[in-house]
């Protein structure tokens, strides 16, 4: 029983009042501390008493402090406890569809809901209980990112394999009815969960009032590697865009009626369905910029914008740069208006077949180190090649086949320049100018695709 503390912040209120590395945290102002959530929300107060162990024995300690100033423990890991995994078989995982070989990180399938509050993780609430909920409730966790799929609950229990998967619909409700905000996501797949059945599933979240801020609807993403797995079907730029029809009309249901559209398809459904990306107001605050909706939009206002605002080079340059099929018209018809600003600037976009994963896998973020490399070795490519923030891990200059960018600039003989995801942060690499303040990593695709 208890949490076992890893360090104390020297001089911190912890230190003075005696703790010590080693020592177990069992309970603040009589709270039991499980985890990270327990430990913050509790630890906010001014008056602490702390119940802890040491060695076998229990001791416990008073601590005055200002209010959310932190007591100074540091935990061997940062949830305080085991990451919670993915109970739940879905018939349309991504993670399933991995070839072998890959790291070890990649197959871990996540389904916590303090990372859903903490950095944006999506849960299908299959991996938690009333008990949860009701802690949920009482710390305000919100919003609570959900991965819904369907509000039908025995078509639920049988995309998930999941049998117990309906009976946390009703979650939804308790969550909604009890002030906690909820953005949703639906991985739609032909034929399964889209046309009535994704008509229901809108109505009943439409029921949810005014607690459910967004939903994201996205197609579902097949490898080649399905050998065993549940028969799917991709989408044809026809049922693209009778899918697109109806997200649509339920979005102008709920910005007619609630005020806000809250309803969006990803960009990935435009682009199948050779349809335009919508206007920038379309896409209100970008609720969902990070599960793929209205990046490209968004991508185009940001370089549109500092091209006028960006002196340009007088010198000739030349890049290459690399992208997913899916995106290639969109990118290309966007680079179009600096190339007609600058003409001693030579862009070559290149699209890239994703051979890695294969299937119908065709964007940006998803192609490997390898099929990079296959598609510009024999090109002449200038100055530098420009690889997408997307393409490679979280602070780490590594692709999703363990090749590393020092790697593919070996392979390739001209620097490869890792380029962040604002269209400020693309024009400026593709002029040979300093990344912007505060380009860093964010996420293309999320693995549910």
């Not at 009333?130 to 919003?143: A, H, N, T, V, Y």
């Not at 939804?172 to 906690?180: A, F, K, P, Q, V």
């Not at 030579?346 to 940006?364: M, Y």
Request: aromatic residues 8%; hydrophobic residues 35%; negative net charge.
């Amino acid at each position: 029983m208890g949490v076992r503390i890893e360090a104390v912040e020297p001089k911190g209120f912890a230190d003075r009042a005696g703790i010590r590395k080693g020592d177990l945290l069992i309970s603040i102002n009589s709270h039991e501390i499980r985890d990270v959530l327990d430990y913050r929300f509790f630890e906010t107060e001014q008056k602490l008493s702390l119940l802890l162990s040491r060695e076998g024995e229990e001791y416990s300690v008073n601590i005055r402090k200002p209010q959310y100033d932190s007591i100074g423990l540091v935990f061997e890991t940062y949830l305080m406890d085991r990451q919670h995994s993915c109970r739940n078989k879905c018939i349309f995982c991504f993670i399933d569809q991995l070839p072998a070989g890959m790291r070890e990180t990649l197959y871990f399938k996540d389904d916590d809901d303090r990372l859903s509050f903490l950095f944006g993780n999506y849960i299908t609430l299959t991996n938690i209980d009333g008990k949860e909920i009701d802690r949920i409730l009482q710390m305000r966790i919100s919003p609570i990112n959900v991965s819904v799929h369907t509000m039908d609950p025995q078509l639920r229990c049988k995309m998930m394999n999941n049998r117990f998967a309906g009976d946390s619909l009703c979650y939804l409700r308790r969550l909604s009815e009890g002030g906690i905000k909820l953005n949703c996501q639906i991985v739609l797949c032909p034929g399964i969960n889209d046309g009535e059945a994704l008509e229901f599933s809108l109505q009943k979240l439409f029921e949810l009032g005014e607690g459910l801020l967004s939903v994201a609807c996205v197609p579902v993403g097949l490898t080649r590697y399905r050998e065993g797995l549940y028969p799917l079907e991709v989408y044809t730029e026809e049922t693209a865009g009778e899918t697109l029809a109806i997200l649509e009309r339920w979005g102008e249901k709920f910005l007619k009626e609630r005020g806000s559209r809250t309803v969006y398809p990803s960009d990935e459904f435009y682009l199948k369905a050779k349809k335009h990306i919508p206007p920038l107001e379309f896409y209100e605050d970008f609720p969902q910029i990070e599960n793929g909706v209205g990046m490209l939009r968004n991508l185009q206002d940001e370089f549109d914008w500092a091209l006028e605002n960006t002196p340009l080079p007088e010198t000739p340059r030349r890049v290459t740069i690399p992208t997913g099929e899916a995106g290639f018209g969109f990118l290309d018809s966007l680079l179009d208006g600096l190339r007609r600003k600058c003409h001693n600037l030579t862009i070559d976009l290149i699209p890239v077949k994703n051979d890695f994963f294969g299937g119908n896998i065709n964007i940006t973020g998803l192609l490997t180190g390898r099929d990079v490399a296959n598609a510009l070795v024999s090109r002449p490519l200038g100055d530098s090649v420009l690889i997408a923030d997307s393409m490679l891990k979280s602070g780490e200059d590594i692709f999703l086949d363990d090749m590393t960018l020092q790697e593919l600039e070996a392979k390739l003989g001209v620097p490869a320049v890792r380029v962040g995801s604002s269209g400020e942060a693309l024009l400026n690499a593709i002029l040979g100018l300093p990344a912007p303040e505060g380009a860093g990593h964010n996420p293309y695709e999320s693995w549910e695709r």
